[in-house]
Structure formats: C-alpha cells, structure tokens
C-alpha cells in the first residue's frame, strides 16, 4: 500500500510517513509518556503539557485521547524567522508563567527541524524556575541530536513531502 497523495496548490505530493508509522509513534510516545507522568506524580510533582500551536496540535491530540484522567494542557504559539543571519521569536501567546514554576513541563510539537524553537521554549521555561522540561516530537531532522521523551520518526531528505512528477499534457 503506497503513501497518501495529497494536493498544495496545484502539486502533487506524497507524505513521508503512512498512518501506520505514525500510529506506531503515537502508541510507543504514550507509553513513555505514561511511565513518566507516573513517576512524576509519585514525587508529588504536577505535569503540565505545553503544546506548540499549531503544529502540536494534532499530534498531542492523539496523545491525549490516550490517556482516561484529565491533563494540564497550556498552548504556546510562537513564531520564528531568520533575517540577516539573525534569528528572531516572536511570542503570540505563551502561558502566565504562574502555571508553570515549580512544575515539570512536557513540550510539545510535530516537527523537530533546526531545534532553534524547542531551544528557546527550553531556555525560556528553565529561566521561569520549573521543575523540569522534556519534549516529545512527531518526527524529528536526521542529524538533529535535540534529546526527546520519544523516539520520532526521522526525515531523512530535505522533502518534507516527495513531490511526486506528474505526466505533462499537450493540448
């Protein structure tokens, strides 16, 4: 069984995982985070979940109809850019940092390219004295070392999709 097409403006694309790979992720990264949202609450710790929207958004859903008690879940939306060899955050919306101090943080987001957004979400979460931060990924940049609560599926090519050639048509 092959890969889904799918169509962006007029190309024809293949996505890089089937539903099966990504259920696989989706399974094994509960179970992670099932061991460890565990622990934490034996040390008497609160977890907060702290999803980066928008991409975070369908992967921690997943994640989350797993679980059967009710989660912490903040949403963060961030947006970076690079101009002049400089790379900028802008910061839409991020959670009151009341919520979070003292607590353990699990960051989450689907795609782990360059690292620069979950290194700024760690840096700024340890500036605001939490307990600690961990983040899951769906799928994660071959090459890029990031330490995960998970195993993410990896990209291997510079395609986030394959483009797929399509026969040309003569009128």
Known sequence: ?????????????????DARQVETVVCSTYKR???FVDDEKKDG???IFLVLANGGNWFSQKL???FVEPLHVEY?????????????MDVVSFPDEKF???KSIVVIDDILDSGKTMQWVVDYL????????????LCRRQGNQTP?????????????FESIPQPTTHA
């Open 45 to 47: 710790a609160e977890v």
């Open 1 to 17: 069984m092959g890969r889904k097409q799918i169509v962006i403006q007029g190309e024809v694309y293949e996505c890089l995982f």
């Open 100 to 102: 979070l101090c003292g």
């Open 126 to 137: 340890s500036s605001k004295k939490v307990k600690n931060v961990h983040s899951i990924v």
């Open 76 to 88: 963060a939306l961030l947006q970076s850019y690079e101009n002049d060899a400089q790379s900028n």
């Open 64 to 66: 989350f109809s797993l």
């Open 148 to 160: 995960t609560l998970n195993e993410p599926l990896l990209i291997e090519n510079d395609a986030w």
């Open 33 to 35: 985070l099932r061991t």
